[in-house]
């Protein structure tokens, strides 16, 4: 299986920002729609950006605006630039593919994104 690595979370006050990356093992950005998600305490992980293997990109409506997703196949790595956070985006952001594929991929540790003064 696929395996993927999170990293860049971390404390940040609100209103900053931070840039996640996703590493994936193997070449799967080109063929995989993949997205970022996210899991707080107590709460469902749920998608917060999507991109297509065509580039084209979604969001959910709560970081619509202040959250950019992008892909560099090159590196097998995806990215979620963060920016205006909010305590509410305090999570575990994890990446997978869209939707995910239990058989081609397993979910990383992913990484701790705390929004906090």
């Known amino acids: 299986q696929v395996q993927l690595v999170e990293s860049g979370g971390g404390l940040v006050q609100p209103g900053g920002s931070l840039r996640l990356s996703c590493a994936a093992s193997?070449?799967?950005?080109?063929?995989?729609?993949m997205g970022w998600y996210r899991q707080a305490l107590g709460r469902q992980r749920e998608l917060v950006a999507r991109?297509?293997?065509?580039?084209?990109?979604n969001y959910a409506d709560s970081v619509k605006g202040r959250f950019t997703i992008s892909r560099d196949n090159t590196k097998n790595t995806v990215y979620l630039q963060m920016n205006s956070l909010r305590p509410e985006d305090t999570a575990v952001y994890y990446c997978?593919?869209?939707?995910?594929?239990?058989?081609?991929?397993?979910w990383g540790q992913g990484t701790q994104v705390t929004v906090s003064s």
């Open positions: 991109i297509s293997i065509g580039g084209n990109t």
């Open positions: 997978n593919t869209n939707p995910p594929r239990p058989a081609l991929t397993t």
């Open positions: 193997e070449s799967i950005f080109s063929f995989y729609a």
